[in-house]
């Protein structure tokens, strides 16, 4: 009987020729994703932009931009398929990561009031809610709250 051995996912910079694959992950998980160019221009103006692949499967992503020694997480999801599974801990260590090596000195993000699983990953990791923007998001029928969360280094 022979193992066969699976190559482990691995975390890489974002390109263009992987825009497709993310969007097509971005549409699957939001209900108001990001456009193609959206990610296009994130990756054209030098953000930190992350993918998670194993095997030539791209199974999650982040976009992250640093600048006067604050790093703002814009966006970070993991394919439907592949959630719960700690993914998107892994990846989102490895932007804290990135952060720090940049000489950031806190991380800012913003989460949707009702997406409660995110959140709690956030705290755990150490973030704190320090304030609400009200109405920031898209929402069925309106607008929806965000929860602004910092991470301290």
Same mark, same amino acid.
């Given at each position: 009987m022979s193992a066969q051995l699976q190559e482990m996912p691995q975390v890489r910079r974002m390109t263009l020729t992987d825009v497709d694959a993310v969007v097509a992950i971005e549409r699957e998980v939001?209900?108001?994703?990001?456009?193609? *160019?959206?990610?296009s221009d994130s990756i054209d103006s030098g953000y930190h932009c992350l993918v998670l692949e194993q095997g030539g499967h791209l199974f999650g992503y982040g976009v992250m931009i640093i600048g006067a020694e604050e790093a703002h997480l814009l966006t970070l999801s993991i394919a439907a398929g592949s959630q719960h599974k700690g993914w998107g801990e892994r990846l989102l260590r490895h932007f804290i990561q990135v952060a720090k090596e940049r000489h950031a000195? !806190?991380?800012?993000?913003?989460?949707?009031? !009702?997406?409660?699983?995110?959140?709690?990953?956030?705290?755990?990791? *150490?973030?704190?809610q320090i304030a609400k923007r009200r109405d920031y998001y898209p929402a069925m029928g309106g607008r929806e709250d965000s929860l602004v969360m910092e991470l301290m280094f």
């Amino acid at each position: 009987m022979s193992a066969q051995l699976q190559e482990m996912p691995q975390v890489r910079r974002m390109t263009l020729t992987d825009v497709d694959a993310v969007v097509a992950i971005e549409r699957e998980v939001f209900l108001f994703p990001w456009t193609r *160019g959206n990610f296009s221009d994130s990756i054209d103006s030098g953000y930190h932009c992350l993918v998670l692949e194993q095997g030539g499967h791209l199974f999650g992503y982040g976009v992250m931009i640093i600048g006067a020694e604050e790093a703002h997480l814009l966006t970070l999801s993991i394919a439907a398929g592949s959630q719960h599974k700690g993914w998107g801990e892994r990846l989102l260590r490895h932007f804290i990561q990135v952060a720090k090596e940049r000489h950031a000195r !806190s991380m800012f993000l913003d989460v949707r009031e !009702s997406n409660h699983a995110a959140a709690r990953l956030y705290e755990r990791i *150490g973030f704190r809610q320090i304030a609400k923007r009200r109405d920031y998001y898209p929402a069925m029928g309106g607008r929806e709250d965000s929860l602004v969360m910092e991470l301290m280094f």
